[in-house]
Structure formats: structure tokens, C-alpha cells
Nanobody, 127 residues
Framework: EVQLQASGGGSVQSGGSLRLSCVAS????????IAWFRQAPGKAREGIAC????????YYPESVKGRFTISSDNAKNTHYLQMNNLKPTDTAVYYC????????????????????WGQGTQVTVSS
């Protein structure tokens, strides 16, 4: 069974940085996809990054492009979300997710295709 363990959240001031980690285990497929989501109070869950295990291709929505970077250290079974130039609007609970489905177009930041979820980690950005 695939298990995901997210960590690294905390409180920072606007303009600061944080790196979230997601330790993943139990994959049985040769190719899998990792994604990061966030959910702020009263708002829908938002996909903010994804990465494909085979070719390392990534995707970011405009809301975080240029500030957030997703990466993987396959030797450590750990996936990271580096978040720079954080803003108060980035305050949310952050989740990592994964799927082993074959995705024709590569990784996806759509919650509906994720099969496994880690627990959330809180990120709070103060102004």
C-alpha cells in the first residue's frame, strides 16, 4: 500500500521560504506521479505542483509558478516542495498526493486522479 508522510510546515513572514517534504513508500508501478495541494480555510483544495517519476516533468499553476519548485530524491523516496517568496495568501494546509495510474499527459494537479494522500502540514505566512 502506498503511504505518504508530509512534513516541513511552519510559520514564516511574508517573503520567506519553506521546504515541505513528502516521504513516499509502497509504489508498485514503474511510473508514478506526485502532486502537492493546499487548502485554505473556506476555500477549495488547490493543486499547486506535480512531478512525473519517469522523466521529471513538472507542472505549476500561475498562482505559484516561479515561486514554488517540486523535486524528487528517488534514493530517499522523498519529494520536496520548495516555496520561496511566500505571501500571506499562501497560508493553508498543504498535502502531498500520488497516483500510479497511467496518465496520458503526464503528472496532474487535479485532485480527482490522486489515489493516495498524506496528512496535511500547516503553512502560515504573516505579513
Amino acid at each position: 500500500e502506498v503511504q505518504l508522510q508530509a512534513s516541513g510546515g511552519g510559520s514564516v513572514q511574508s517573503g520567506g521560504s519553506l521546504r515541505l517534504s513528502c516521504v513516499a513508500s509502497g509504489f508498485t508501478a514503474d511510473v508514478y506521479y506526485i502532486a502537492w495541494f493546499r487548502q485554505a480555510p473556506g476555500k477549495a483544495r488547490e493543486g499547486i505542483a506535480c512531478i512525473s517519476s519517469d522523466d521529471g516533468n513538472t507542472y505549476y499553476p500561475e498562482s505559484v509558478k516561479g515561486r514554488f519548485t517540486i523535486s524528487s530524491d528517488n534514493a530517499k523516496n522523498t519529494h520536496y516542495l520548495q516555496m520561496n517568496n511566500l505571501k500571506p495568501t499562501d497560508t493553508a494546509v498543504y498535502y502531498c498526493a500520488a497516483t500510479q495510474r497511467i496518465l496520458q499527459w503526464g503528472c496532474s494537479a487535479y485532485a480527482g486522479v490522486q489515489d493516495y494522500w498524506g496528512q496535511g502540514t500547516q503553512v502560515t505566512v504573516s505579513s
